[in-house]
């Protein structure tokens, strides 16, 4: 059974630091490329950040790049989000998800992220 397992968000207030994770079950992890994905309240989803399969290459939206750095360890199955110098409008349910090419094959349920004082 492919599970997608998203944790690590929280309350934090603006400018303060998470660490997101996502384990990945049932499938060969390292045959995927990995995303973060978030939707914040009332909006669509916005793509954040993208890590190649060996983690040789990553890719940041502009709205995030200089503040979150994205890794994957191929031997726990898990890609990481770490997140610094959060602001209010980084508040958002965060998902990861396994990209082959264009498609978009699996999902995770995703972490609530609130950038609060």
């Known amino acids: 059974q492919v599970q997608l397992v998203e944790s690590g968000g929280g309350l934090v207030q603006p400018g303060g630091s998470l660490r997101l994770s996502c384990a990945a079950s049932g499938f060969t992890f390292s045959n995927y490329a990995m995303s973060w994905v978030r939707q914040a309240p009332g909006k669509g989803l916005e793509w954040v950040s993208a890590?190649?399969?060996?983690?040789?290459?990553?890719y940041y939206a502009d709205s995030v790049k200089g503040r979150f750095t994205i890794s994957r360890d191929n031997y726990k199955n898990t890609v990481y989000l770490q997140m610094n110098s959060l602001k209010p409008a980084d508040t958002a349910v965060y998902l990861c998800?396994?990209?082959?090419?264009?498609?978009?094959?699996?999902w995770g349920q995703g972490t609530q992220v609130t950038v609060s004082s």
């Open positions: 998800a396994a990209t082959a090419g264009t498609i978009w094959r699996y």
């Open positions: 890590i190649s399969r060996s983690g040789g290459s990553t």
